[in-house]
Every structure is written in structure tokens, then in C-alpha cells.
DNA sequence: CCAACCCATACGTTTTCGGTATGTCTCATG
DNA sequence: CATGAGACATACCGAAAACGTATGGGTTGG
């Protein structure tokens, strides 16, 4: 069975004729007769009743013709949604960030890719530092917000922005009262930390920071989460140092402020396999490119 | 797009490998990689990852994926339909009968054909004289049961059996003690009659029997079924002359007699379309033909 | 009786398809 | 590190299928 031959029966039967049909089709009369007649020796049994005026369907030809149009109908809907799936108009697209961008960057991004990708399913998947390549490179997620960038062969990476590292304290704290802090300030004085370096790369970009300038910080307790996080310095528990993008959605109370002597970045990367599909991937960076610009 | 690559993709997919695929479709694995190639390059984007250990399908593959296998069984249900139609295993068959055959045919053959037709959407139509030839002609009926055949080019016709006239009289009448009644004995009497021979051609095989023996029998009721004669009959209204078939279903207290010096029959025939479908009418046929063979 | 219309057939040309031989890449193994 | 196996890709050639043009045959309507 050649999709060829059903097409041909299909316009046929709908034209009732051969001589219009093949119009249709844009070829001419008798290699499309002949078709029909190919046709109707490979099943065995005559699908039109020729008349003087046209061609009319037989039983046989009728049961054919039911199935055939919708066989064809859905094989065009099959290239079709390749087609709609390549260019990124249809889809699936799970997109993993970094918790500490998650109160950040989500509420901005997601109604933007809804806008962006319409007619892709997204997916939003919390990542770890400790995860976000394996779900990488096993499509689990399609692209991933990452602080920051991973390196890896098979995964790509596009900077999209970057976050310099502040200092988050009370606003009632003496800190709070100058506009840039410098960093010794800090020597000695309760830390609210991030999970480890191992599961949050920013947090080795804080202790890297300390390091530099021989300030110790005792950290006082880890915590999961950029709002647990303020949640404890609100309480007068002790100072955290996070990126500065963190300052969206903190609570009143709390003030950011940069460092006298220090401007540590971490770069916003979007990573993805070399091999996905670009389409979406372009269009996703367009968006994320967009909404970072904005913090 | 072509029905050739659709199955040539659905295999490779199923398989998740050329080779296999090749293997299973019985051909070369070149000229399959090439068709396959050549499916993407029609569709613009790449279908399978091609991995070391044989092809994955990509997002757009998928989309693919399910419609084209769908649309392949679709075409094979189409092909397989038509085939069945044309074998007589499916399809419609309309059955038309002229009314006398009713009561005597019916209650036999339709059972028999359901036996013998499975699959088949069976109907049944009532047909008189003047509608039976359009029917058959517009195809609103398939196959008619007629009393005697229609001549017509268009209509192929095959005997199935014959009946003989014989009188219907109540039990208790003097001509019920005859084992055969000669017909001028029928002088005077009155007959119930079937509809006029323009409607019921049985009537005018009645009318020439009793004008060849120049016998009158004043009409003194016409009905429109052979139920509705015997009901008169046995009312004692009169006599009635109707085709030996009509003995079936007859109530008690009528009885059927052959006369004596005339045995005029009416041939029970099919009559179709000679375009008609052959697989489905063969069947019919012999179905008829041994439930006639039985009256 | 002829012109118009429609489908069927014949034949030469072109396109496409399938098979064989071979290349390239990756992975596993000694 | 070399090598061999396994998988897909490429090149080329012969065969088959499809297409177009020209033409035939049957029916309808003027």
C-alpha cells in the first residue's frame, strides 16, 4: 500500500471523476486512471462504478474511502505536528533552575514562556548542583537555569546575566546604615549559609569571598532556601551574603547592600545538550535573556 | 508524503534501529537509511538521534511517531474493509421481497441469511409491482425476490423455484372434499382478490387462468396481503386462488387444493443489478434457493 | 450524424527506488 | 594501543515505477 495510490483514490471519489481530480492533483488524466486501476487490482476488486458522467464508489469503495481520508488526515497532522515540534510552536520543554533564582527569577520567567512558547508544555524542575547534569544529559530537563554555568562536553551553555554577591542584614542592624559595606566588617559575625558548596556552587563563591579577605564568619546554620535564608536574618540570627537577585521577594526588614571592597559575580547560565532541539532552546534564552535584564 | 517512508519510519522507530528495521521489512539497510534521510530532509528536522548502539526518536520523531502508526493501521482497517466488502464477509445487502412471498419466505430466510451473510448489514423491503425496478435501479435495494422475474438490461435475474396456483377454500366447504378441483367448478363464485395486476402480477396469472377456462368469478374484495385473503376466506366471504407458498402460515380451517386440469406456476426469482456486487448476491442466492427448495 | 466529454490504453522518457560495495565512527577487548 | 565488531552513511548502478503525450472507444445531446 502506497499513501500515493490513497491519495489519489480519495480525490478521485471526492471529485466523482478522474479528469477533474487529476487537476487537483496537478498531473494529468491517464497516469492517474491508471493509479486507480493499480489500485483496484491490488485489493482485488473495483472501487468505482464508471458511469458516462463520472466515477461513482462502490460498497467496497465506500468502506476504503471512509478510512482512507482519515488515514490521510492524520497523516498530515503527523507531519505537521513534526514540523510545529521542530520549529518550537508545539512541544515539551522542562525547564530546571537553581533554587536560590527560584523566587526570583520564576515569577517573571514562567508567564513569559507561556507567552513566548505557546502551545509547549512546560515543566518546571527544582535542580541541585549535585543533579542538574545528570537530568541533563538524560533529557529529564530540557534546558536549566544554572549559578553557575555547568561544563560539561555534551552540554552547552549561553550566559544570560550575572548576579553580584551582597550582603542581606537587618535593617536595623548598624550595617545597614551605609551604602556599600566593607567586607572585614563582617569578621566574627553569625552567618546564615546556603546548603554546601557541593549541592550550591554559591555558596563556594561566598566562601571564596571570605577567604580572599581573611574574614571568618561563623555560620551559625545551613538552610535550604533563599527565604529561609531571610527568614533567619529578619530574626536577628545573623547575616547572610547572597546573590543580589535574592532581593526580590524579600520582606521588608531586610536591606541589601554591595561591598566597599568587593564585587563578586556568579554568572546566570542556561545549559542544555548540544543535541536538543534548538528551536525552543532559542526561543527559552530569548525570554530568560529578557526577564534577567529586568532584576 | 509518502505511505512508503511512513511504514519505513515506523519500523526503524519501533525497531530503534536501522538493521532491524531493514531486516524486518525485508530489505537492505542502505536504501532504508536513505529513505529515512529523506524523510527528514522532507520534513526539515531530524527524526532519531543517531546513537552508537542504534537511533533514538527525537521530540519531533515522537510527534510523528504516534499519528503515522495510526494512520497505518487506519490505511490497512481501509484496505482490509474493502477486501471484506468486496468478499461479501461485510457489507450492506438491502433485501426486497414482493409482499406475497411474506409470510412464507421470511420467517426462513431471513435467519438463513443471517447464518450465511455474517458481517453484513441486512435489511428488508417490502416491494410492490411498480416500485420494485426504480429500487433495484437506484440501488435502494440490492437484491429483490420477485413474483414472477423483472426484464429489464440492467437487471440479471436467476430463478430460484416456481409456484403452483391452487384454490384456498374454508374446511368446511364442499370443494375442500375434492383432492382436485376442476376450475369451471369455481363459476359464479366470488373470489377475493390481491391487488390489480399492475401492483401484484400474481392477479394477472389468476385472471389468465380463469379466462382460459372462461370461468368468471365476480371480485368481491380486494386486499393487500395474502393474510388478509385467507382471513376473508375463512370468514366464508369467498374463495381466493394464490400461489401454493401461501399454505404456510395459513390458519386452520383453510384449505389449499390444486385443480384439476390446470397447474399454472409463477416463477420465483432474484433480481439485481448486474453491476451489483457477485460475492454478496452468490450468497443470497443460495441461501433463497434452499429455503424455496423447502416451501 | 457529429461534436463534446470522459475514461482507458499505449509507449517513450524520467524519476525514484533498491541492492552491492564501501566508508566512518564508536565501543569493547586483548 | 591496536584491532575487530557493530551500526549507520555514502556512492554507484541497474531495475522498476510513475508521468506525460498521443490516441482510442463509448455515451450524450444537439
Known amino acids: 500500500m502506497d499513501l500515493r495510490r490513497l491519495r489519489y483514490f480519495v480525490a478521485v471519489a471526492e471529485e466523482r471523476s478522474v479528469g477533474k481530480a487529476a487537476e487537483r492533483l496537478r498531473m494529468a488524466q491517464p497516469p492517474l486512471s491508471v493509479q486507480i486501476r493499480k489500485l483496484e487490482a491490488e485489493l482485488g476488486t473495483p472501487l468505482f462504478r464508471r458511469g458516462t458522467r463520472g466515477m461513482d464508489l462502490t460498497e467496497a469503495g465506500l468502506a476504503l474511502m471512509s478510512r482512507a481520508s482519515e488515514a490521510l488526515a492524520l497523516a498530515a497532522e503527523g507531519v505537521e505536528a513534526a514540523r510545529a515540534v521542530a520549529a518550537g510552536r508545539r512541544g515539551r520543554l522542562s525547564v530546571g533552575y537553581m533554587f536560590v533564582l527560584a523566587s526570583a527569577v520564576l515569577p517573571q520567567l514562567v508567564p513569559e514562556l507561556r507567552r513566548s512558547l505557546p502551545g509547549v508544555d512546560l515543566d518546571f524542575v527544582e535542580l541541585s548542583a549535585s543533579t542538574r547534569e545528570p537530568l541533563l544529559l538524560d533529557r529529564a530537563v530540557g534546558v536549566a537555569l544554572c549559578m ?5 562536553p555534551e552540554i552547552q551553555v549561553a550566559q544570560i546575566g550575572t548576579q553580584t554577591l551582597m550582603l542581606a542584614a537587618p535593617a536595623r542592624s548598624p550595617l545597614a546604615r551605609m551604602t556599600a559595606v566593607p567586607v572585614d566588617k563582617l569578621q566574627g559575625r553569625p552567618l546564615i549559609a546556603l546548603p554546601r558548596p557541593e549541592e550550591e556552587p554559591t555558596s563556594s563563591a561566598v566562601a571564596a569571598l571570605l577567604r580572599r579577605h581573611q574574614v571568618v564568619m561563623p555560620i551559625i546554620s545551613r538552610v535550604e532556601t533563599v527565604h529561609s535564608a531571610l527568614g533567619l536574618v529578619l530574626a536577628g540570627e545573623g547575616l547572610s551574603i547572597l546573590p543580589a537577585c535574592a532581593k526580590l521577594g524579600a520582606p521588608p526588614g531586610i536591606v541589601f547592600r554591595p561591598f566597599l571592597d568587593a564585587a563578586d ?4 547560565a542556561a545549559c542544555w545538550r548540544r543535541d536538543s ?15 534577567v535584564a529586568r532584576i
Open 148 to 152: 553557575p554555568a555547568i561544563h560539561h
Open 265 to 268: 559575580t556568579i554568572e546566570i
Open 277 to 291: 532541539s534548538s528551536q525552543l532552546i532559542r526561543t527559552f534564552l530569548k525570554s530568560a535573556e529578557k526577564v
